[in-house]
């Protein structure tokens, strides 16, 4: 049973626009999140992350909210870049444990 | 990039015949993981590695063992290759709880 779910496979965005992902987790323990970024034929790369002690963490052009109440996050990319079209992972893990469950990514195209 | 060599690349085996892959680091990380990728399924770990060692299952061990002898090697073993186990497997590392993971550029794995 999948603990951590995106439920969009794929999302479109016209350059310069904002790229808005969504993410939604089921284990109330988890309390750290983070996001990869994947290229065809590469590995996965982190991107940003936030403890459950913050409702928002910024990076450059990346920007992670969290709900808690509503076991929900999300990941703003504003402006969005043609380099930015990869697959996007969710991942969260609970304090008591170094694994990390995924959900089943994100594809975003950037388009011209 | 963290130091992190995945080997072979890319592997094409038979049905029934053993095949280990490797996970070599650099970085003198405690914690090691295989995971695969499958469409749909985002990331799903297999195996993990706490210490020299020292390992335990993760949600989809079944058909797989590892073995870490060593801090720096964590070898995954399909002990008899089958058409299910075809699929994008990643080695990562982490030190310690909670900071974010470090994958290899994978191994691709197609049983015929």
């Known amino acids: 049973d999948q603990q951590v779910k995106q439920n969009s496979p794929s999302l479109s965005v016209q350059e310069g626009r904002i790229s808005i992902l969504n993410c939604d987790y089921t284990?109330?323990?988890?309390?750290?999140f983070l996001w990869y970024k994947k290229y065809p034929a590469e590995g996965p790369t982190f991107l940003i992350s936030?403890?459950?002690?913050?409702d928002k963490n910024e990076d450059g052009r990346f920007t992670v909210f969290l709900n808690k109440s509503a076991k929900h996050l999300s990941l703003h990319i504003v402006p969005s870049q043609p380099g930015d079209s990869a697959v996007y992972f969710c991942a969260a893990s609970d304090g008591n444990d170094y694994k990390l469950s995924f959900g089943a990514g994100t594809t975003v195209t950037v388009r011209a | 990039d963290a130091g992190i060599t995945q080997s072979p690349r890319h592997k094409v085996t038979e049905t029934g015949t053993p095949v280990t892959l490797r996970c070599h680091q650099t970085e003198n990380h405690r914690y090691m993981y295989w995971y695969r990728q499958d469409p749909g399924h985002g990331l799903r770990l297999i195996h993990y590695s706490y210490g020299v060692k020292d390992t335990d299952k993760g949600e989809v061990s079944d058909g797989y063992s590892v073995s870490r002898s060593k801090t720096e090697d964590f070898l995954l073993t399909l002990e008899s290759a089958t058409s299910s186990q075809t699929s994008v497997y990643f080695c990562?590392?982490?030190?310690?709880?909670?900071?974010?993971?470090?994958f290899g550029q994978g191994t691709r794995l197609t049983v015929v």
């Open positions: 990562a590392i982490s030190e310690p709880v909670n900071t974010e993971a470090f």
């Open positions: 936030i403890s459950s002690i913050k």
């Open positions: 284990n109330s323990m988890f309390d750290y």
